[in-house]
């Protein structure tokens, strides 16, 4: 039968049953599921992560797990926890000080930009390098306020989830974002042209095409898919400018 906690028992609080010993065993421990974590997060990438960096991140997670147990199980004494806190907090400090130093350890630790969009189209290989589908890139787009492909002049994804737009001076035709197909309570969607102009583009990644291609039943060759529309107008720009015509 296990004994009965004895309330503020001093010893129990601040070393427990412990060997002096243990807290060395403490900081190895630490340091392993540290670095451990930390390759972990890394490999997962940072659609998870936010605006966060991996080792704020990390820091978050393992400040939570090291505070939380210590506040109230009884078997976890304050002065363990205490031990983690300190490693942990003091591996964030040496990380950020190689990050600022060394733009080497930076790239390791936090990973580099993936660049999403180039010249109006969605890069689906590049996009496979953070776990990201072409939908999920979309909806980023559009909630950085970008409602046609055509406005884009190329879009990243930084190593710490945040996404930079840099849009076109002059915007051309390009896949409309809007409205998603997936909307639940979205209107019916009109029945839209093949192409415009001689150009069509690709209904996922919005690569321009021939529109010879539709009548050939090719595949996309950035992505592999065979259904195709025209391209239409960012919102705002003036059409006039290219006499674009659509073609069924």
Request: net charge neutral; with cysteine.
């Given at each position: ?8 028992d001093l010893?129990r609080m ?7 010993l ?10 392993l599921?540290y670095?451990y ?15 966060l ?6 820091l978050?997670?393992?400040l ?23 490693v ?7 990380l950020?000080r ?11 630790i ?8 180039l010249?109006?189209?969605i890069?689906?290989?590049?996009a496979s390098?953070?776990?990201?589908g ?9 909630l ?15 190593a710490?989830g945040g996404l ?8 051309r ?5 809007l ?7 979205g209107p019916?969607?009109?029945?839209k042209?093949l192409?415009?102009?001689?150009w069509?583009c690709?209904?996922?990644c ?9 009548a ?5 060759p950035?992505c ?8 239409e ?13 659509p073609?069924?």
């Amino acid at each position: 039968m296990d004994q009965p906690v004895i309330p503020f028992d001093l010893a129990r609080m601040f070393l427990g049953d412990h060997p002096p010993l243990f807290y060395a065993e403490i900081l190895v421990r630490t340091v392993l599921v540290y670095v451990y974590a930390l390759l972990m997060i890394r490999w997962i990438g940072g659609r998870g992560v936010a605006q966060l960096s991996m080792v704020e991140f990390l820091l978050v997670i393992a400040l939570g797990s090291a505070v939380g147990d210590a506040m109230f199980y009884p078997d976890v004494p304050l002065l363990a926890a205490m031990a983690v806190i300190t490693v942990v907090v003091a591996l964030n400090k040496v990380l950020d000080r190689l990050i600022v130093r060394f733009d080497r350890a930076k790239r390791i630790i936090d990973g580099r930009p993936v660049a999403l969009v180039l010249d109006g189209r969605i890069l689906p290989d590049a996009a496979s390098h953070r776990d990201l589908g072409l939908a999920e890139i979309k909806a980023m787009l559009r909630l950085a306020g970008v409602s046609n492909l055509g406005e884009l002049r190329a879009a990243y994804l930084e190593a710490g989830g945040g996404l930079s737009v840099f849009r076109r001076a002059e915007p051309r035709p390009g896949l409309s974002l809007l409205p998603p197909e997936h909307l639940v309570n979205g209107p019916p969607l009109p029945a839209k042209a093949l192409a415009m102009d001689g150009w069509t583009c690709c209904c996922l990644c919005g690569a321009p095409a021939g529109a010879q291609i539709i009548a050939t039943r090719a595949p996309c060759p950035e992505c592999g898919n065979r259904m195709w529309q025209a391209p239409e107008w960012p919102e705002g720009a003036d059409s006039a400018q290219g006499g674009a015509k659509p073609m069924e």
